[in-house]
């Protein structure tokens, strides 16, 4: 699977340069939405990333390997890619990701739940109990 499209690419490369561009200016940093989401098909470990260096590896976002403490940081795409898992396996991305809350606000919901997938299930659960009923 390739890991990052050029469409996914761009938009954590735009997100980088919006920041950079901001700190440069003087203005507030920006809170973009997480773009890409890997995970551990056979654990916890999780990371969502919303910013791609210059060097097309480092990787900006929140880590979760699964330890309960879910972490803003730097990681490297290659390493994620070159990860081997038991029975074969690797670190796939989430074809299926969209979110439209920002990074600060995944940080917030997976320290207080843990983990990513947790505040996952919680953001999910709150967006439906936002949403008004079938019935009207």
């Known amino acids: 699977m390739m890991f990052l499209t050029p469409d996914l690419r761009f938009a954590l490369r735009a997100n980088a340069i919006n ?3 901001a700190a440069r200016n003087g203005k507030p940093e920006p809170d973009p939405v997480p773009v890409v989401k890997f995970f551990s098909p056979v654990g916890a470990a999780t990371w969502l990333a919303s910013e791609l260096e210059e060097d097309g590896d480092t990787l900006f976002g929140l880590a979760d ?7 803003l940081g ?5 390493e994620i890619a ?7 396996m690797g670190i796939e991305r989430d074809t299926g990701f ?3 809350h920002p990074l600060s606000v995944w940080t917030a919901w997976a320290r207080r739940a843990g983990s990513i997938p947790w505040a996952e299930a919680l953001l ?3 967006a439906a109990n936002e949403l008004p009923s079938a019935d009207g």
């Open 124 to 126: 999910r659960r709150a």
């Open 19 to 21: 920041r950079r561009a």
């Open 65 to 71: 390997l699964g330890f309960g403490c879910p972490e």
């Open 82 to 88: 070159e990860l081997r898992l038991p029975f074969g």
């Open 74 to 78: 730097v990681f490297s795409l290659s």
């Open 98 to 100: 969209a979110t439209i």
